[in-house]
């Protein structure tokens, strides 16, 4: 799709696209298959800066949400219903875990489809670090279950009733991908600080991976890219 540098999305005139490797200052991720959209990274950046504003530590992680291979195609993956059901069931999960203390859940996600019949999302998530540090182990219980009280777990259990599924089914295998750093390969997630260069750097960059215009699924109707307002 993009064989030269457009300044604009070719299905959409009003995205702009960006080509460097620096945004607002800070290194963002410029891949081999295309540029990244900067109405996006804006939004990106401003949503940082706002959540830093708002809270002095914060725990971030980026996840892949994705449907079962075996999972047939439906009306689940025209919209982006699933996605918000997909918060609100989290959203009970962490009110549920009765933490010291309470935590909104804010976010930026990506909705994207390459060679696969279904969609994929990408999120990147924001807590309060003083309520969790740290997303916990990833793999089931000894049943085969999500049945833990860490972060993961509760993400797990949420994606799994968000698409209708029980959650005490034992043949679903961890759905829910946690993003790896690109230099250590292992998963990533980071605690901000708003007077920390270095986290708002590294954070920047995993959060351009969402604003990529490559798989896209732009001109079909609904978003492909949004943020929570609280």
Same mark, same amino acid.
């Given at each position: #799709?993009?064989?030269?540098?457009?300044?604009?999305?070719? !299905?959409?005139?009003?995205?702009?696209?960006?080509?460097?490797?620096?945004?607002?200052?800070?290194? =963002? @991720?410029?891949? *081999? %298959?295309?540029?990244?959209?900067? %109405?996006?990274?804006?939004?990106?950046?401003?949503?940082?800066?706002?959540?830093? %504003?708002?809270?002095?530590?914060?725990?971030?992680?980026?996840?892949? !949400?994705?449907?079962?291979?075996?999972?047939?195609?439906?009306?689940?993956?025209?919209?982006?219903?699933?996605?918000?059901?997909?918060?609100? +069931?989290?959203?009970?999960?962490?009110?549920?875990?009765?933490?010291?203390?309470?935590?909104?859940?804010? +976010? !930026?996600? $990506?909705?994207?489809?390459?060679?696969?019949?279904?969609?994929? +999302?990408? =999120?990147?998530?924001?807590?309060?670090?003083?309520?969790?540090? %740290?997303?916990?182990?990833? $793999?089931?219980?000894?049943?085969?279950?999500?049945?833990?009280?860490?972060?993961?777990?509760? #993400? #797990?259990?949420?994606?799994? *009733?968000?698409?209708?599924?029980?959650?005490?089914?034992?043949?679903?295998?961890?759905?829910?991908? =946690? @993003?790896?750093?690109?230099?250590?390969?292992?998963?990533?997630?980071?605690? !901000?600080?708003?007077?920390?260069?270095? @986290?708002?750097?590294?954070?920047?960059? #995993?959060?351009? +991976?969402?604003?990529?215009?490559?798989?896209?699924?732009?001109?079909?109707?609904?978003?492909?890219?949004?943020?929570?307002?609280?």
């Amino acid at each position: #799709m993009f064989d030269h540098h457009p300044l604009r999305h070719p !299905l959409n005139d009003k995205l702009r696209l960006y080509y460097d490797n620096i945004y607002q200052g800070f290194d =963002v @991720s410029q891949r *081999k %298959n295309g540029p990244l959209i900067e %109405n996006y990274l804006e939004r990106a950046f401003l949503t940082l800066n706002t959540i830093c %504003n708002l809270q002095r530590e914060v725990f971030v992680f980026r996840i892949d !949400l994705r449907f079962p291979d075996a999972m047939q195609r439906s009306s689940m993956h025209d919209n982006n219903d699933v996605l918000a059901a997909f918060f609100r +069931y989290f959203r009970y999960e962490i009110r549920k875990a009765n933490t010291k203390h309470q935590t909104p859940v804010r +976010y !930026l996600w $990506a909705r994207e489809q390459d060679t696969s019949d279904k969609p994929h +999302y990408h =999120v990147m998530m924001f807590v309060n670090k003083a309520a969790f540090d %740290n997303l916990g182990y990833f $793999a089931p219980d000894e049943y085969g279950m999500y049945t833990l009280d860490n972060l993961y777990h509760r #993400m #797990m259990r949420a994606w799994l *009733k968000a698409m209708g599924f029980d959650p005490d089914d034992s043949w679903f295998k961890q759905l829910v991908h =946690v @993003s790896e750093n690109p230099v250590t390969e292992v998963p990533w997630s980071r605690i !901000l600080h708003r007077h920390d260069w270095v @986290s708002m750097d590294e954070t920047m960059y #995993m959060a351009s +991976y969402l604003c990529k215009a490559y798989s896209k699924t732009i001109g079909q109707g609904m978003h492909v890219f949004d943020y929570s307002r609280a």
